[in-house]
């Protein structure tokens, strides 16, 4: 072929089963982009503890930099408990989930995490709750800067030491324990909601799909605030019918009306971290796919957001089709939309014909010839793009 564009993409390929899953699914999106005349390059930015030997950081500073250079990062996860337990127990701040994921978070200024949740018809016999009849995706949209994730980082500045140290008000890496109390800084900026409202109620427009909001504005200030800012951005798209939920009633609705969220979903970084598992694991986990982006330059960071799988590290069994998921969302961000689509079929195809990894196995229903491994399951799927 003539004419492809070149695009280099920022990769992490991660701690635990991280690496093998996204061999995977670089290698499918690789081949998927080429439909739309885009040839990428994955260029190694390594980051969290696989990178800290090499490197003493789980965030190396060359590998921030570049990556924030490149705007786009395809990202395998980190974390691991065998070095949270060794290294991590002598230099605290380098564990990666905060370190890198919340400095990548904040340093590219990723405030909307969008997590779709798709209710497959052919993995319903997963589900140990009631299942919605037919495919269906549930939208979420996560609100990812600030809340209770970034308050002490931001704001514990502003707070007067003597103030700070008679309430024991504490970064979270300095509590030791004993404080009579240990207190966290939630926080939400106008500015931030306003914006990140007008993108949620944009997509239920576009989407022509309800909205629902949550929150716990029964109680908190903060949330009586978010909600009051959804309501005020509400009356700029009268075409979005939009209904409220408290978070504990969601989760519930969640289980048992999955249908209910057959929506675009808004909701706050904390509660969206507990819901989208919830939401995911309903079916498995090992689907999970999202990405983070900063909607003002559309740097973006594409993440399953289900964690690395340490346990099954080296042994090739774990699920690649949420990184691969992932790089669908990555395509169609790059401007490779056929890429995109293609990498969902292939993986509704590989569904539909009763191929699984462990997690969607179910005894006695499902093909025993059919249960594959991180790498032959990736390979299944890119034979079918
Ligand atoms: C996620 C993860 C992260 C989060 C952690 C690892 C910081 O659970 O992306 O959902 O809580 O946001
Ligand atoms: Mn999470």
Redesign the pocket.
Known sequence: MTDMTKEIIALVKGDGSGPEMMAQACAVAIKAAMLDGIEIEFEETPMGWNAYEEYGDTLPQKSLDRTKKLGIVFFGGV?DPKFDNTIGIKRPEMKP??RV??GLRKEMDLLVNHRPVRFYEELAHLSIVKMPAQNMTQLWYRFLLQDVYLGNDDLIHLIPEEVSAKIGLKLKQDVIGNEKIVSNIAYFTRDQLVKYFRIVFSRAEEMKLPLVVIDKSNITALDTYWRLIAEEISKEFPDVSVSFQYVDAAAMLIVTNPEMFNAVIATQNLQG?ILTDLANALISIGLMHSYAVNPDNGAAMFES?AGTAPTLAGKDVANPLGRILTAAMMLRHIGAPNGANAIEKAVSQVLTEGYRTGDLFQKGIDDPSKLLGTSTMGEMVLSYI
Request: a negative charge; hydrophobic letters at 30%; zero cysteines.
């Open positions: 974390g989930e905060k994921l919340l971290d957001g």
